[in-house]
């Protein structure tokens, strides 16, 4: 099942970004979908996740980032606001019928997002 990412770039410090990542192949509104970044020579981190019921931010993003999904659409977006150069990282999406984790089913190809200071 594909995921396309797409969105990253090079902002300045303050500024913003919007990520999205569109699945095919599958029902949509089922999956939990979510966003994962690793920088180099970290692992990779959570960031958010949505699903049906529920809405999950890591305490490094929340205040300044949203997750959305539009099911019509079969897309997830990341609403990244306030950047922090610290949030430079390759950003993924990940689909799952449980609980997003690092070992979710589905990965996207992943983005990069770079902020400068």
């Known amino acids: 099942v594909p995921l396309q990412a797409s969105g990253g770039g090079l902002e300045q410090a303050g500024g913003s970004l919007r990520l999205s990542c569109a699945a095919s192949?599958?029902?949509?509104?089922?999956?939990?979908m979510g966003w994962f970044r690793q920088a180099p020579g970290k692992e990779r981190e959570f960031v958010a996740s949505i699903s049906s019921t529920a809405i999950t931010y890591s305490a490094a993003v929340r205040g300044r980032f949203t997750i959305s999904r539009d099911n019509a659409m079969n897309t997830v977006y990341l609403q990244m606001n306030g950047l922090k150069p610290e949030d430079t990282a390759v950003y993924y999406c990940?689909?799952?019928?449980?609980?997003?984790?690092?070992?979710?089913?589905?990965w996207g190809q992943g983005t990069q997002v770079t902020v400068s200071s």
């Open positions: 990940a689909a799952d019928q449980n609980p997003i984790t690092r070992t979710s089913q589905y």
């Open positions: 192949g599958l029902s949509f509104s089922r999956y939990t």
